[in-house]
């Protein structure tokens, strides 16, 4: 796969009926709207080493049912890439989001985050309860349980004497062989047979976004703390799903299931998964997502 | 990858057969399925023996919505038998197992897709019981029609070689000393498309269930003469409709080119496909297929 490949768009199973920007501190998010049916279910930005198209095989099933609002979080894809891991925190995309939503008329939505995105879906439902119907989080990046320990054996900031294994979670590495890591990283996240296509999605993604952004996003995400995320999931009032696969090589399913509990929600073991089912296995988590979309009429009703 | 041969339960499938059954030649039981009752009826023959019926899994479920679809298992895997001499696979043998399919599921005529080696084969149905045979489809076929060896030719089959490298392995002596071998280069020639782990994979499970000794008949096998194939090309009169990728790394696109010319066909050329390109590109392939079928009918 040669880079130019890797960053011309691929065509679409389904366009989205309007799109645009906005701005907050002069930084500028890119969104996207598909369908008009009622709820809107918004998929939320995840981390900035890849972009909105990793909901690529949600939009056009759910477009279908509801109105779907998606954008490219900051440091990826359409949006601009400020510097600095203030720039990267979860608040920023937490008010990134509330913003999209002001933009696009959105008045409620269902708030679905992948990973990380649950640290701003999370806060989004906290802090605006009157915006948010419900929240599904998929393979969580929470603090509520202790992560892989192969992830912490090495640090990320000092020059190491390997590169094996999540030794490449490394600044100096990340620098000096950015692909190799990037094919790294994915080849861990699709830990299922046959996922070549998705890992080289994913690696051309991963290319949209500078080494040293990358990094400054790493950096905020490591500032979430425990307490303080505790704190949130207290204050979360809507219903929640949580989907986890019990072979995500990222976070454990230990934390998908803390976060349900702290949150009152709803846990769904997807055998065999790795890090994003949603991706792997679309059929199934769509059809998770809408049967709790549905649920929330019935249950409002 | 592993897999260990006769060990691996069957995938489920998106439909499954309406009738199923056996029809005997000589004492040679050949499984056969039906699916779905439109009109008419598509007949996809096997191509060899290193897979089977399942290599046509993704025309199945949308043929049949449409069609009714006829497949089975050619003699030496699947649930077919495995006869034990080389003169029970060939070429005319294969064809007589068409043609028996037909009678036993009670269809009077069908469009028929000739996939690589069964291309030949359908080619003697057709020519032979031109009554059967609505109209013809060569899929990535060879009726030995080049000037040039085919990259499986390259290579003495029956010689002990100094090497098994590449198309080398197309060889007795490292079929019985590695069939996985084998069987994991040859698809990887049949795949060359990005991403075809899982079709790779397929496709050596069922290479896995037959045997280097059965598929070592199958080499041995009589076949046509080029004059003969040359001469039943000119009984055709059928519509004909040749499809071959361009990037076919088993049987070369220009193979496809010189049926076109000897059979009057059409050409529909796929580009960047390989050898298998139903499996590949299959809403492309079924599309088309179900146009000429719609032309014809």
Redesign the interface.
Known sequence: MSLLEAQREQTRARYPDSEGYVARDGVRVFYEVYGDGEPTVFLLPTWSIIHSRHWKMQIPYLARHFRVLTFDGRGNGKADRPSGIGAYTEYEFAADSLAVMDATGTKTAVVVGLSCGTLWGTLLAANHPDRVLGGVFIGPAVPLAPGHPERYVHSFDDRLDTDDGWAKYNRHYWLEHYVEFLEYFFGKIFSEPHSTKQIEDCVGWGLEIATETLIDAHEALELCGLEQFRDVCDRVRCPVLVIHGDEDALHPLARGAALAEATGGRFVTLEGSGHCPHVRDPVKVNLLIRDFVESLGRSAA | ?TIVAGERAEQTRARYPDPEGYVERDGVRVFYEVYGHGEPTILLPPPWAIVYSRVWKMQIPYLSRHFRVVVYDGRGNGRSDRPASAEAYGEREQAADALAVLDATGTEQAVVVGFSWGGKWSLILAAEHPERVKALCFLGASLGFSREPFPYELYPFDEELDTDEGWAKENRHYWLRDWQGYVEWFFSQCFTE??S??HI?DAVGWGLETTAETMILTEEAPELELDETRELCTRLTCPILVVHGDEDAVVPHAQGVAIAEATGGRLVTFGGSGHCLQVRDPVRFNLVLRQFVESVA
Do not use: F, R
Request: glycine fraction near 0%; hydrophobic fraction near 15%.
């Open positions: 990858m990005p991403h782990t899982k994979e």
